[in-house]
């Protein structure tokens, strides 16, 4: 799609569109205001297991890391949220309050952030550090239960090796120095057991000394994994909502609001068989346009829509003026033309059409006659405000027929009019008749051009059997409104019965759509 036909459709739904902006942005701001705000507040803590001297120096911070991301699913567990509940007495479900919940870690870092969303500021903040307290409570109780067993274990072995030092220390001063003078005569069993002892006293010193290595190093490791989980900033009461955020909600509103009114107005478009422009008549029919009208304001009596009288310097007169020139050039080399004007359907403004085309041809010095032949619905004779009858029908039953006694003078000087006269109960067999023939060549031979109104070309037969009687047609369609199917079969009826048409009148266009002079070559 062009964009200028992008433009076109935007302009001719713009109401729509606009109807969908206001909607759709109202709305959304209504339901901003009138929600319940939301607050956040957000919790850090830090996962730090230090380094041990004795590996790499990378390996804690790369421990740390790692272990932030179970810390983080374990804040997110059913369980501890259930105790954070009953803790608090907090009025949701554990289920609902993961959903208010959000806990990540921070990228490359050792922190984790806890976020908790409730109405209640105060409660937000209450929440997302009791979460963290109570991660690092049981953080700490589960490294406790995981050193306890080995601790317990080496202080039990360490008791023990200290009593059998003890024992042994006894036992060897029990034996006695070898080197006091008092022992020159010890025995010699005696001098190998004190040696046995002193050998198994410095085993157990040895060992002793292990095992106190051992304890300590599990003290160690126990204090630096049992506090390796920190609160590093405190949740702090918020003091704004986070939700709604009424002024982005509103422009998000009215950008969806127009993406909607927009999308809708080319569904419509596509949806819509309707003729409207030019391009589309061309398409459809594959005739030119000879003019584009758009609809005559203020016609609250059909003599009101007579605009080239009333207003003749009007812009709307020039579409009619426009007309004339492209029939003009349609019909070069014809000293003489007649022309019907008709419609597809009925209510498109063929007569309207037919009576300002009229005034414009006379206002240009032509002799104009315009025939009202329209024998079912006749309206001509109201624009002019003359009387119907005697008319045409009148003519056609009169046994000597005089065409001059039943032409009216109107205000419009070189313009003539033959009303319709009385309705007959025959139509179609009126103007199908010899006489008929005979008075509309006589009408021919007393004007520069006659225009012939009718009754539309799908009603009834009269149009097409006046089509038969006539230099050409013009066939007039009520932009917007007549749709594709109807106009293919006004055109089809008519060229069934080999009809020259001449080209199409777009009228009531809306403004914008068409303009005024489109010429015809």
């Known amino acids: 799609m062009e964009l200028r036909e992008f433009i076109s459709v935007v302009l001719r739904r713009l109401w729509l569109i606009v109807l969908a902006i206001a909607l759709v942005g109202g709305m959304t701001y209504a339901l901003s205001v009138s929600s319940t705000p939301i607050y956040s507040a957000t919790a850090t803590l830090h996962i730090d297991f230090g380094a041990d001297p004795r590996t790499d120096p990378y390996t804690g911070l790369r421990t740390s890391e790692a272990s932030a991301k179970t810390y983080v699913e374990m804040m997110k567990s059913t369980d501890l949220l259930q105790e954070v509940i009953n803790t608090l007495a907090l009025p949701v479900s554990a289920k609902e309050l993961q959903g208010a919940l959000n806990v990540q870690q921070i990228r490359d870092t050792q922190l984790i952030q806890v976020s908790v969303e409730d109405s209640n500021p105060g409660r937000a903040a209450a929440t997302a550090n009791e979460i963290a307290r109570t991660l690092m409570e049981r953080n700490q109780t589960a490294q406790r239960a995981r050193y306890e067993p080995d601790q317990a274990a080496l202080d039990a072995e360490i008791a023990d090796l200290e009593q059998k030092i003890e024992q042994t220390q006894i036992a060897i001063t029990a034996l006695g120095d070898p080197l006091d003078p008092q022992n020159q005569n010890m025995p010699e069993y005696v001098r190998m057991e004190r040696t046995r002892l002193q050998a198994e006293l410095t085993r157990l010193q040895t060992i002793y000394v292990m095992r106190l290595n051992s304890a ?33 909600n509103t422009i998000l509103g009215l950008l969806s609001g127009a993406v909607l009114g927009v999308s809708t107005a080319f569904l419509l478009e596509y949806l819509d068989d309707t003729i409207k422009t030019q391009e589309e008549v061309s398409a459809v029919l594959d005739l030119p346009t000879l003019g584009n009208v758009t609809r005559i304001p203020g016609v609250k009596e059909l003599k009101d829509g007579l605009i080239a009288l009333k207003e003749p310097r009007s812009p709307l007169v020039e579409a009619y003026r426009a007309l004339r020139t ?15 004007v008709t419609s597809a359907g009925p ?21 104009i006659i315009l025939a009202d032949t329209d024998l079912r619905r006749p309206t001509l004779h109201e624009f002019f405000e003359v009387p119907r009858e005697p008319g045409l029908t009148d003519l056609l039953l009169d046994e000597e027929p005089r065409v001059d006694d039943y032409l009216r003078e109107t205000k419009i000087p070189g313009l003539r009019l033959m009303p319709s006269g009385p309705l007959p109960p025959n139509p179609s067999e009126l103007l199908s008749s010899p006489q008929a ?85």
Request: zero cysteines.
């Open 216 to 248: 300590e190093d599990l003290r160690l490791a126990a204090a630096r994994y049992e506090d390796n989980v920190t609160l590093f900033s405190e949740a702090q009461t918020p003091t704004s909502p986070i939700k709604p955020r009424i002024l982005l």
């Open 437 to 521: 023939g005979r008075i509309f060549e006589e009408l021919k031979e007393r004007a520069d051009v006659v225009l012939f109104d009718s009754p539309p070309v799908l009603a009834v037969t009269d149009a097409t059997i006046l089509s038969t009687k006539v230099r050409g047609v013009l066939l007039v369609l009520d932009a917007g409104t007549t749709r594709s199917d109807v106009a293919q079969q006004g055109q089809e009826a008519l060229t069934q019965v080999g009809a020259t048409i001449l080209g199409v009148v777009l009228n009531r266009q809306k403004k914008g759509r068409g303009g005024y002079y489109h010429y015809y070559y």
């Open 347 to 367: 209510k498109e403004g063929k007569s309207t059409t037919l009576a300002n085309l009229g005034t414009v041809m006379a206002q240009a010095g032509k002799r």
């Open 326 to 340: 492209n029939v003009q050039f349609s019909l070069v080399g014809n000293p003489s033309a007649s022309i019907l």
